[in-house]
């Protein structure tokens, strides 16, 4: 029995009877719905994207970007008061003096990790919750590499340039694609176990946006299997690598010349603060999706609250393209239980179509993930050819049975697991019925400025992976975060190593004056304190209910002043 009610039903029989002509179609490599021109892609962003909404955006009034236009909730979040009070913290005595402190222990900061430890250096790897707790963990579809006869990085580069618009930093797109397939071979060298074929040869999907089948994948756990490999092997330097979980930093620290020489750490369970000194620092703690920007679910883990953002803003650092957000085209909403859960883009790279509720395929299946997206919120809401789910959302139609029709039956439950897994708890088969989707907020285009060699603007702070700017420009490619985390990630632990090294017996004196001043500008430019920042855990129990405990609860960050 389905696990749909009983009322859409009547939609999900046009999508069987619609089904047999768009199979013929595609199986005979006839395009349903031609791909956009320019022109139609820029027509559709500028009227349904979230990004271009009027209210979308606002200029931030402090700080080394003051004047340029970011997204208007990040706005308010770099715009709030330091969480901590300088002078209730004594510096001189460091808990941990190491050469590299690492924030983040997602996959960037795991491989910055042992890039340190292989250099012979000693590194302390802290983390919000657990090792491993991150959005690279969350990754399904696959990383993009060119490693096919037909491929090489230079298409891929005009891809990733392409999908971002122009607008990437082109030394650093020409680093992710020209490292890409030397990345794919490491992970393997570590244990990462990529599809394959019979005869040992890679198997490779198409993503959105992309010229060429070039997605790599471990069925739909990609991100997980890359995990694995990198904790594990992290795991393997005790010796050099000193982990430290739910110690999220609060703030960095900075030496005499104003260069980052270490953080503060909080303890999330003993309530207590760290002080680590470090020769150099690596910003790794991912993006920022639970801010839940234009009130979107998402697929962030629980953590993704843009601390480093916030961090790397105090000291100082200047962030690049924060007025761009991705929202995946297919986020799970319906089922209410998974409301916002990714849909790997895999399914329309296997074959699935959105098609709305008559049936109809209304976009190329594989447009660049903002192009799509908007086309989803356009069909659902201005078309009104949507799906109303109980709780008065709108989705559109995802037909993933194509899949086993067009590559054979159990295509699905090889290379989907996850997502059949996923959906058959409440009752729906995804071999045989569509699932239901709508735009998420998925990643955090922009981030802290780098250069190649991921240092920041603030000397002796670099940045790795979702928390960075300037790879994907203002929308990001399928496959391309993964192997950004992993390029940059190697690339960061190489490079402050070698910072650590040129710096080895330097103890450098440590200061929050940074949070003095910052805190200052926000008071002459007559900012009032209503909130503080970075926030640590997203609060989501009901504000009326906490003020009925509390008085002086704010709503704002989900904490109390």
Known sequence: MSGYPEYMQVSLEKVKATRPARLEKAKAGREVVKRMSLAEREE??????????????????????????????????????????????????????????????????????IQVANAGLNSVLATKLRVGDSNSMMSQGGMQAAVNPHDNPAIHYLDAIGGGHFDNKPELVEALTMDGPMIAGY????????????????????????????????????????????????????????????????????????EAAGALLYNMETEEYTVVRARSVIMSTGGFGRLHIKGFATTNHYGATADGLVMAYHAGAKLLYMDSVQFHPTGAVYPEQILGFLITEKVRGLGGQPVNKEGELFVFPLEPR????????????????????????????????????????????????????????????????PMLVYPTLHYQNGGIEINTDTRTTLAGLFAAGEVSGGVHGRNRLMGNSVLDYNVFGRRAGKAAAERAKALAGREAKLSLDHVRAFRKELEDTGIPETSHAPILIPEYRNPEVLKKHRKNYDPFIGQFL
């Open 370 to 433: 903002d192009v799509e997206a908007a086309s989803f919120i356009r069909e659902s809401t201005k078309r009104g050819m949507g799906v109303k789910t109980p709780a008065g959302r709108v989705g559109v139609w995802l037909d993933s049975p194509l899949i086993d029709l067009l590559s054979g039956p159990g295509t699905i439950q090889t290379t989907l697991p996850a997502m059949v897994r996923q959906f058959k708890r409440f009752g729906i088969d995804i071999t045989q019925e």
């Open 187 to 258: 992970l393997e060298e570590l244990g990462v176990m990529w599809d394959k074929d019979s005869e040992g040869i890679c198997n490779t999907e198409s993503g959105g946006g992309t010229s060429r089948r070039r997605m790599l994948s471990c069925r739909d756990y990609t991100g997980a299997e890359i995990q694995r490999v990198l904790r594990d092997e992290v795991k393997n330097h005790p010796d050099k690598i000193t982990i430290v979980e739910y110690s999220p930093a609060v703030e960095l620290l900075l030496d005499e010349a104003g």
């Open 44 to 113: 559709v962003l500028s009227g349904f994207h979230p990004d271009y909404q009027p209210d979308a955006r606002k200029p931030i009034r402090i700080g080394h970007n003051k004047g340029e236009e970011m997204t208007s909730r990040v706005v308010d979040l770099l715009e709030s008061y330091p969480s901590i009070n300088p002078g209730d913290f004594d510096l001189s005595e460091p808990d941990f003096d190491t050469d590299v402190l690492i924030i983040g222990a997602g996959g960037g900061g795991c491989m910055a990790a």
